[in-house]
């Protein structure tokens, strides 16, 4: 049976945390557990830093999406499409 740390978090935990973190959803304490562990693992670092190019590069993407009536009348379009082939 595993002991569960009170300070030290595994490399599972720490990707959900740095995940969270990536949105601001991360309580400060799992901040500190995840740069805790971010300073010696290097799988957790690797995990980090590919998070934060994603991010960076999404952002500079400048990604626009679909308003809801684009939406419902590509979805309309889908349907008379299938219905077509039946």
Known sequence: MKHKSFLFISCD???HICDKAQYH???SW???KLKLRYVWCRITRAYVNKNIKLTETIKKANVSCLNQSEK???RKKLQNQLKNQQ
């Open 30 to 32: 799992e901040t500190f």
């Open 13 to 15: 935990e720490a990707k």
């Open 25 to 27: 959803e991360a309580t």
């Open 72 to 74: 419902q009348v590509l």
